[in-house]
Nanobody, 125 residues
Framework: QVQLVESGGGLVQAGGSLRLSCAASGDTFSSYAMGWFRQAPGKEREFVSAISGTARTTHNADSVRGRFTISRDNTRNTVYLQMNSLKSEDTAVYYC??????????????????WGQGTQVTVSS
């Protein structure tokens, strides 16, 4: 079992930056791959970024590549999402998720085993 708690969301102007954090507890954090997803009103949950358990491998969605960076600190049981050059279309609830397959950087929500409660990111244009 893994419990996940996101933080760092908020309101920011277009072109600005935010850093999301996701603190994990309950199991060996480094054995899990971690992902960030987002869901805008009326839309399906979509993949944003993922990182393997050792941080050796990362993968970003095309829509955020070059703007968002995922990282993790296994000593702090925390995964981060640095978001730069934010656009209005980045507005969504952002969720972190844990995948028991620590080697993967998978992109489908159903492949993840545990989810946080989400944090709202609103980008004003």
């Amino acid at each position: 079992q893994v419990q996940l708690v996101e933080s760092g969301g908020g309101l920011v102007q277009a072109g600005g930056s935010l850093r999301l954090s996701c603190a994990a507890s309950g199991d060996t954090f480094s054995s899990y791959a971690m992902g960030w997803f987002r869901q805008a009103p009326g839309k399906e949950r979509e993949f944003v970024s993922a990182i393997s358990g050792t941080a050796r491998t990362t993968h970003n969605a095309d829509s955020v590549r070059g703007r968002f960076t995922i990282s993790r600190d296994n000593t702090r049981n925390t995964v981060y999402l640095q978001m730069n050059s934010l656009k209005s279309e980045d507005t969504a609830v952002y969720y972190c998720a844990a995948d028991r397959n620590g080697l993967g950087v998978r992109t489908a929500p159903f492949e993840y085993d545990y989810w946080g409660q989400g944090t709202q990111v609103t980008v004003s244009s």
